[in-house]
């Protein structure tokens, strides 16, 4: 059996805050404002996969109202998903992930991004995919004021056979 889920997630881009992407710290002079460490990328990953559980959203799980979440490191959020989904019996079969952020450029930290979200999520690095671009000069992205991700993910029921 497999289900799908899919999520998109955006932070402002402000000053004094750090750049994490993919779980990956990215030099810049601006970073993602959020509770967390507003790493677009595993929030948008994590949501898909509660979404293809039908478990809801992130807000639910890890509110921003709960100061147990300030500043989280988004990776520990992932962690908890993938606890989730594994409870549920499902694993995943892949993910495809698109950035949209017009700078800095990313094709130099993709694998590394990669890498992170298959260690966390036991996948191997070819089931995690994403993707850069810019937007091109359009609104807020365009325009350096925000970075958007989305994510889709296909979840496998484990075979109960192993």
């Given at each position: ?41 595993i929030h948008a990953l994590a949501e898909a996969i509660l979404g293809a559980l039908a478990l809801g959203d992130l807000g639910k ?102």
């Open positions: 059996m497999y289900r799908i889920g899919y999520a998109s997630d955006i932070h402002r881009l402000v000053s004094n805050r750090k750049l994490i992407l993919g779980g990956v710290e990215i030099p810049y002079h601006l970073g993602l404002l959020g509770h967390s460490d507003a790493d677009v990328v799980h890890f509110p921003d109202t709960n100061e147990k979440y300030r500043g989280i490191d988004s990776k520990l959020i992932l962690k908890e998903v993938k606890e989730m989904m594994n409870e549920q019996g499902y694993v995943i079969n892949n993910a495809d992930i698109s950035i949209s952020l017009e700078k800095p450029k990313l094709k130099n930290y993709i694998l590394d991004m990669r890498n992170i979200l298959a260690s966390i999520l036991d996948a191997d690095v070819s089931q995690i995919s994403i993707k850069a671009g810019t937007n091109e000069g359009v609104d807020a992205v365009g325009k350096e004021e925000a970075c958007v991700a989305t994510a889709i993910v296909l979840l496998r029921k484990e075979s109960k056979n192993g």
